[in-house]
């Protein structure tokens, strides 16, 4: 029976006609210009708003599979941690985060904040693969994700939509933008709210919302043609999600018993303002500035029982309150038309950028070492940097980049236990590459770069003196590729192969404490770790009715000199040379066609999967390997379109987070002497399953 969604999407993927339309131009913004992406000489995948549509991706989670080699991680309402090529975040807890995928919305920075990524009034998704040493700096060692919204145009546009779901889910968006004075104000305003229940079921307290989204985002753009040299943005970003958290269960299935069902919520607003202003045909200034406070409670039932559900069971309920300030300004100049340099054979871009950086946080647990049950901290970051990059038209068809970034990075750490620790440090990263227009048809690009991540510290009283702070981490990342446009622009391919290397890499480890249900969470520098693979993508229009859209991810990510030792038990070590990284599945893939079969008619369907992955790198439990099938029928009649879509048609069940551990006090409990005696197990968080729904949109 399952096997029916997988052969209607293979079969979506055949051909007839004689007859194909050539492909749009894609145009990426990340870079300091913009460029098509067939000649962007890095690993780079855009999401377009049509793809979102068709899966009525909601948030960011729900497309990040069509992109290779990027995975992501949830323990919590929303896959908000990306790791891409194997490197990135997998959670957090007490310790203060310097991320290592970077988030970008409008030009403002949520990199500590995943959950932010709603995606409704999307223009397109930016995916960078690899460090962006130059252009983001110490946010951005694994790669960097930018969102962005659809600007104000010079005509009235207005986007309605109503989508409805399995679960009690329900979507209203509504976009209206154009002049408000003509050829000189114009603006552009959206509201989306999209609530469902969720997935668990919780027996206990007989409900099914104990793990549901409530999320609203708005936003707003004024974009003021001050002069022919002159543009003025003001951007503007409300987000308030009040989603609820409880999602594992000792059966690891769709059911829990918790008491008290946790929380996942973010309230934050935000300003970016940017001005664009062509000082003469030399030179081109570019000032943006961003502020963005944040609210965000992350809270579950410890215990993941009732009261008195099992005899010697414990009842704990953990609740993390953070509020974080961001502050930023990044000032830069790039040679315009007649600006080049070194006998107009070379472009050049010199700047200015600081990021400061506060995060409060206040604990909650009856297990902290405070009579009060609570404790809490303060983290202060400041980077400022000086970065700039030089583009030598070697001929016409070759060019030469060279790029460098010298970042100051400051913390200061307090905590309630009188702790402290400050971290003044400079840091530095770039790249060279080399691009070459073949011909026609093909671009070839080989680039060396550097990437780095500040160092910082632990926020756990028990550890060792020797595990309270943690170095910063480097990555050396070569990697060249071949960018294709062919069959007269019908279709294009996308194929790098890389190498990285990973000094003092930063390791996210963890140890139940002896007699306790508490754990120590940390990092831990390890000395080394080699990641290396391809990354492929095709986009290929075969005829005027049948469309190939393909991607391939394979990566072999392991430790190459590391051996964990227990900070609890010092005689426990486990070397883990040569073993596969956390989250960094040895292959990823996404395959789907979309066949036109009637005017006003599209069918798309897509097979994504990913191979088996460690949880973590202090245990070794696996997830298994998976495959989701995802389906539309969409139909467009004047202005309105109707789309009747399902994500996981199949109703696969796989993971999206797994922890090794002892919790189940059902399991060897010792009632003689009071040892909690709990075997470890492994714990699973499961991925969305089957969700079928109908989307309707009216556009003017």
Not at 230 to 237: G, H, I, N, R
Not at 298 to 319: H, I, K, P, V
Not at 349 to 362: I, N, P, S, T
Not at 585 to 595: D, T
Request: glycine share 8%; aromatic share 10%; charged share 25%.
């Amino acid at each position: 029976m399952k096997r029916k969604p997988l052969v209607f999407a293979l079969a979506a993927l055949g051909c007839t006609s004689s007859y194909a339309e050539q492909l749009d131009t894609i145009t990426v913004n990340a870079d300091f210009r913009p460029h098509a992406l067939e000649e962007t000489a890095s690993s780079v995948s855009v999401i377009s708003s049509e793809e979102m549509q068709k899966r009525s991706a909601q948030h960011l989670e729900n497309v990040l599979n069509l992109a290779p080699n990027v995975n992501s991680a949830s323990g919590a309402s929303r896959n908000k941690y990306v790791q891409i090529r194997g490197i990135g975040e997998r959670g957090q807890f007490s310790t203060p985060i310097n991320p290592s995928v970077g988030l970008s919305i409008d030009g403002i920075d949520y990199s500590r904040s995943g959950a932010a990524g709603t995606l409704f009034d999307t223009k397109q998704v930016e995916i960078l693969r690899g460090p962006q040493g130059t252009r983001f700096g110490a946010n951005a060692l694994a790669g960097m994700i930018l969102l962005e919204s659809n600007e104000p145009t010079n005509h009235t546009e207005a986007h309605i939509e109503q989508s409805i779901a399995s679960r009690n889910t329900r979507s209203t968006g509504i976009a209206v933008g154009g002049p408000l004075i003509k050829d000189k104000l114009l603006g552009r305003v959206a509201i989306h709210k999209h609530v469902s229940d969720g997935y668990m079921e919780n027996t206990y307290l007989d409900r099914e919302d104990t793990q549901n989204q409530d999320e609203l985002t708005g936003r707003a753009h004024l974009k003021w043609l001050a002069s022919d040299d002159l543009t003025l943005d003001l951007k503007a970003l409300h987000i308030n999600m009040d989603n609820g958290y409880d999602a594992f269960s000792f059966d690891n299935d769709f059911t829990t018993t918790t008491d008290q069902p946790g929380k996942d919520t973010l309230k934050s607003d935000a300003l970016a303002f940017k001005a664009t202003w062509d000082i003469n045909p030399s030179v081109t200034m570019e000032t943006t500035l961003t502020q963005s406070d944040s609210e965000l409670e992350y809270s579950y039932d410890d215990d993941w029982t009732y009261d008195g559900q099992y005899a010697g069971g414990y009842s704990a309920f953990d609740q993390y309150l953070r509020d974080r300030k961001n502050r930023s300004i990044d000032m830069r100049f790039l040679s315009a038309d007649q600006g080049r340099i070194f006998n107009n054979t070379t472009d050049w871009v010199a700047g200015f950028y600081q990021l400061k950086q506060d995060e409060d946080l206040h604990r909650t647990y009856p297990y902290v070492d405070s009579p009060s049950g609570k404790e809490s901290s303060s983290y202060q970051t400041t980077n400022t940097a000086l970065y700039g990059q030089l583009d030598h038209h070697l001929n016409d068809k070759t060019t030469l980049t060279v790029g460098l970034r010298a970042e100051q990075f400051e913390a200061d750490y307090r905590n309630s236990y009188g702790f402290s620790h400050d971290t003044d440090e400079l840091l530095y990263g770039g790249k060279i590459g080399l691009q070459h227009q073949i011909n026609k048809e093909h671009l070839g690009f080989v680039t060396l770069s550097r990437g780095y991540k500040a160092g910082g510290v632990n926020d756990d009283a028990s550890l060792p003196e020797d595990k309270i702070a943690f170095d910063t981490e480097t990555l050396w990342n070569l990697e060249t590729g071949l960018n294709s446009s062919m069959l007269d622009n019908r279709l294009k391919t996308r194929l790098t192969v890389f190498y990285m290397q990973r000094n003092d890499q930063q390791v996210n480890s963890s140890t139940q404490k002896d007699g306790s249900p508490d754990f120590t969470i940390y990092l831990d520098n390890a000395a080394q770790g080699e990641h290396y693979g391809l990354e492929t993508e095709i986009d290929w229009s075969i005829n005027r009715e049948w469309r190939l859209l393909a991607s391939l991810g394979l990566l072999n990510a392991t430790f190459t000199d590391y051996t964990y030792v227990d900070p609890n038990d010092t005689s426990n070590t486990i070397s883990l040379d040569g073993r596969e990284q956390a989250h960094a599945p040895r292959y990823q893939f996404s395959l789907g066609g979309e066949y036109y079969f009637a005017p006003g008619w599209i069918a798309s369907a897509n097979i994504e999967g990913k191979d088996a992955f460690y949880f973590s790198n202090s245990h070794n439990a696996r997830s298994d390997a998976y495959h989701l099938i995802n389906a539309s029928l969409e139909y467009m009649t004047g202005d309105w379109t109707f789309t009747l879509w399902a994500r996981n048609l199949a109703d696969t069940e796989y993971d999206v987070r797994g922890y090794h551990f002892g919790i189940d006090p059902s399991l060897e409990y010792d009632s003689s002497n009071g040892d909690w005696g709990y075997d470890p197990a492994t714990y699973t968080q499961k991925g969305e399953p089957r969700t079928v729904g109908l989307t309707v949109s009216w556009d003017y």
